[in-house]
């Protein structure tokens, strides 16, 4: 049946605007091994960006106009030439985004990356699975809940996540296993009553994201004899009202070697953009002129337009 749908063409009309995000992906290597992770990230993991590769961030952000600069892994933070990235870049009074798994902030050698992350004002969007401890560190791994409250209350004591501060704290939620998030607006009032209640820990906004059947989360699910259950469940989903906002019309996804990709879980994936742009050469090369045109869509492309949808920023509609 999903076959089937994609091939009646559920996203024929759906193409690229110009790029405002340029999403980078610094390296796989990661303090934490989450059941979830679609990029297989872990302590092990030694792919990183070459400083070939990192200089050339500015000079794509200079040249289409880029609004946010989105820094994932792993954790981007592992990085060497993470704080290099974001002083060279921040030039730019642009929107520095860091997509942070919380206990970094407590590893050995990143006493003060707190510190610098709110000198530069990077805005720090945060995993969370849950408010409760069991369900964090039943996906994430043991004692990752109550290292991720003491990271929390650092963040707070420096203004983030706090009112009449230009420190943005968004927290991420994921479900526990296959089924859609809920609400956005009900579960983030959820997580600001429990987490202040508990806790007295304050943040900005809640993002709501799907599980895409890739990676770690597809093996799981296929271990459970629930993969064809969930691939059912995102094609029943299936929102079109999602259609106009998938984060994929208007971000560049690039890799730690400088590959391009519509998205960070094509990434994974390996499907490419189509055409001839293939690495972050290519857009120093020559001005690409990107809106109209095609977007790699595949079957994991369903958990983007399910329900409410979903997006490295949470829920579409």
Request: some cysteine; glycine content about 6%.
């Amino acid at each position: 049946m999903m076959e089937k749908s994609l091939q009646n063409g559920l996203f024929d009309n759906v193409v690229r605007t110009n790029p405002t995000t340029l999403q980078i992906n610094l390296g796989y290597k990661c303090n934490q091994s989450c059941s979830h992770c679609h990029v297989d990230a872990g302590p092990n993991r030694e792919e990183m960006m070459s400083m070939d590769i990192l200089k050339m961030i500015p000079d794509v952000i200079d040249k289409y106009n880029i609004e946010i600069l989105d820094l994932t892994g792993g954790a981007p933070e592992l990085h060497p030439k993470f704080r290099y990235l974001v002083e060279q870049t921040k030039g730019f009074e642009i929107d520095i985004l860091d997509r942070c798994n919380l206990t970094i902030l407590n590893e050995p050698g990143q006493e003060d990356l707190a510190q610098f992350l709110a000198k530069h004002e990077i805005i720090i969007i945060a995993s969370l699975p849950c408010y409760e401890a069991e369900n964090v560190n039943t996906q994430r791994g043991h004692g990752v809940f109550e290292s991720s409250i003491k990271a929390l209350k650092s963040l707070n004591k420096l203004g983030y996540g706090l009112k009449d501060t230009n420190l943005l704290l968004h927290l991420v939620y994921n479900p526990q296993g296959p089924n859609l998030p809920p609400p956005q607006k009900a579960l983030e009032n959820e997580y600001k009553y429990q987490l202040k209640k508990q806790y007295d820990i304050h943040f900005n906004t809640l993002y709501t994201l799907a599980n895409m059947p890739i990676k770690r989360f597809a093996d799981r699910l296929k271990r459970e004899n629930k993969f064809d259950s969930y691939h059912q469940l995102l094609v029943d989903s299936f929102n079109p009202l999602n259609l106009d906002n998938l984060m994929c019309r208007n971000t560049i996804s690039v890799d730690w070697q400088g590959f391009l990709f519509d998205c960070d879980f094509n990434q994974q994936l390996g499907l490419g953009m189509p055409g001839q742009i293939k690495h972050i050469n290519d857009l120093l090369s020559s001005y690409k002129q990107f809106k109209g045109e095609k977007i790699s869509f595949n079957k994991h492309c369903l958990g983007c337009t399910a329900g409410s949808g979903s997006s490295c920023c949470g829920s579409l509609s």
